[in-house]
């Protein structure tokens, strides 16, 4: 396995005059768990169309497991697993026949093809299931969906939103399987429930409008957000220490509200020398002083909201 | 090819367990048996309007098997090459729509080779069921009528076949050309359309597969006919549009 899965550079994707991708650039490294994050309509789907060779790129480079991308043919699909946004299923088989013949597009057949068969239709919930797949619902489909993803066992697995279809259990339970694959396969996984990024996912990249925002570990992510919010609470009227800081160089934005004050600031060091001076100051007492903690949806909204 | 084996064993599977097994095969048993009944009859329906307008006489003689052959070939050429064009219009296009060409086409499968397993499919499900019924035909004909020659049947429904699998390449590759099946149907009929129109024209009828119709019905009755042209162009001609209809799906976008 290569130190880098996928490595994006300078990649356009234009439809007309429509700029579906805009000079994107990002790497994904080996075994980790990528969340390519973005709005509807961000072109998740088109990069992710490109990685598997259904779509070209207008401009720039990618790379899939050291395979040049205007190289994908079969034999480096042999090593990717992919699920796409809305798979399409033939309604006349099951799910058993359907793992099987895609088990078979892969050359897997025997005793290998049938213990695969088996433990992805228990993996998927769809052990002993005999309705044709023209009958699930599309949870089933979607959760099947992430079994054929997997049947040979792939060194890249790159799935589309793979949890939008799923009900809380079943989401559950394709969130724990993609965080067990984590070394062992890389996983690319596109999704607009940020939820689901910071339960499983290392690294992520923000896709807005056809460009990457960000990119960047998810710890940083939220690291570097956490750092700018403060929330401090004093034991009398908040609006005095307001007026005594506004102004201050430090001073990103504040709101007060009875004894409350909410601040971003972008210096965090220089406002926790300054704030409780400020308090002792105006004679008031400290009761709160705390830098927030912010969930991956702040970050993201701060991120892709600005715009809209 | 990567994928082949597998993708044609899909399609076979798929034959048989959807609406596919019942059209072309149902419709060419359908007229396997009836034609040569209708032959028998015809006769009789004809005199039987006749007699119903005063003073018209009309004689007919009395049919044989090889008027049953006639009606066979007759229904092959036309009802059964409509149900071709728009049975086979989806052939590409609804896996697209459908979204199970992009799961398939992600595995390690060539497009060449997801092409040719459909066309192979195709036109084995054409081949095999045209013998069925025409063996099919031959047998009711001879419980019907007096027993006559099957060879001019076998030779004339084989021009025929060649024609029918010239059709439906085309319509693999109207089906990878347009989106819908009903624009690939479209292609299909002005084809056919095209085919008929350049007909007219004797070279054309000599030297291309336009004059497998045509040479069809010769030899059906035993009259000398160029069959040796029409056969090769129409084998030269299957193979340029699968190659094209290939060309072009590795080109497209899914």
């Known amino acids: ?308 | 090819m990567m994928g082949f084996t597998a993708f044609l064993g899909k399609e076979l599977q798929e034959i048989r367990r959807t609406w596919r097994i019942w059209v072309i095969p149902g419709m060419l048993l359908f007229f396997g048996i009836t034609s040569p009944i209708v032959a028998l009859v015809t006769p009789a329906l004809v005199e039987s309007l006749a007699g119903s307008q005063p003073g018209m006489v009309i004689q007919i003689p009395d049919p044989t098997g090889m008027d049953g052959y006639g009606q066979f070939l007759k229904n092959l050429s036309q009802l059964v090459t409509l149900a071709i064009i728009i049975a086979s219009a989806g052939l590409v296009s609804t896996e697209r729509s459908s979204g199970t060409a992009q799961l398939v086409l992600t595995k390690p499968i060539s497009r060449a080779a997801f092409l040719l397993a459909k066309l192979v499919a195709e036109l084995l499900l054409l081949a095999v069921s045209t013998v069925v019924a025409t063996a099919v035909c031959l047998g009711v004909s001879r419980l019907v009528f007096p027993p006559v020659a099957a060879g001019p049947l076998f030779a004339a429904i084989g021009i025929w076949l060649a024609s029918a699998m010239l059709l439906v390449t085309v319509m693999l590759l109207c089906s990878v050309v347009f989106s819908s099946r009903g624009g690939a149907a479209g292609a299909g009929l002005g084809f056919s359309f095209l085919a008929l129109l350049v007909s007219i024209w004797p070279p054309a009828v000599r030297y291309s597969f336009v004059g497998l119709g045509g040479a069809a019905a010769k030899v059906l009755g035993s009259q000398p006919a160029e069959v040796a042209w029409p056969l090769s162009t129409a084998l030269v001609a299957i193979l340029l549009v699968g190659y094209v209809a290939i060309r072009v799906f590795e080109r497209q976008e899914l």
């Open chain 1, 1 to 308: 396995m290569t130190a880098t899965a996928v490595e994006i550079r300078d990649l356009s994707k234009k439809f007309g005059a429509t700029t579906a991708l805009d000079r994107v650039s990002f790497t994904v490294p080996a075994g980790s768990v990528f969340g390519f994050l973005g709005p509807n309509g961000a072109g998740k789907t088109t990069l992710l169309r490109i990685l598997t060779g259904l779509a070209r790129p207008t401009s720039g480079t990618a790379t899939v497991l050291g395979a040049d991308l205007s190289a994908v043919d079969p034999t480096l699909r042999r090593r990717l697993g992919f699920l796409p946004d809305v798979p399409g299923f033939y309604p006349w088989m099951t799910a058993e026949e359907f793992l099987r013949f895609a088990g078979g597009l892969f050359g897997l057949d025997g005793a290998t093809l049938t213990d695969r068969v088996t433990s992805l239709l228990e993996l998927a919930g769809l052990a002993g299931v005999r309705t044709r797949v023209g009958g699930f619902s599309r949870g089933m489909k979607q959760r099947l969906g992430v079994a054929q993803a997997l049947i040979n066992a792939p060194e890249l697995l790159l799935l589309d939103e793979p949890t939008s279809a799923l009900d809380p259990i079943g989401r559950r339970e394709v969130l724990e399987m993609i965080a067990s694959l984590r070394g062992r396969t890389t996983v690319f996984f596109s999704t607009h429930i940020l939820a689901d990024v910071e339960r499983v996912c290392d690294t992520v990249a923000i896709l807005d409008r056809g460009r990457v925002a960000v990119s960047a570990t998810v710890a940083e992510l939220k690291k570097r957000a956490t750092a700018e919010r403060l929330t401090v609470e004093v034991d009398g009227d908040a609006a005095p220490l307001a007026g005594r800081i506004a102004g201050a160089p430090w001073l990103h934005s504040l709101t007060h509200e009875g004894s409350l004050l909410r601040l971003t600031v972008s210096d965090l060091a220089a406002a926790s020398r300054a704030l409780p001076e400020a308090i002792a100051a105006l004679g008031l007492g400290l009761r709160r002083f705390e830098s927030d903690e912010v969930t991956l949806e702040e970050v993201f909204v701060a991120i892709v909201g600005g715009g809209r």
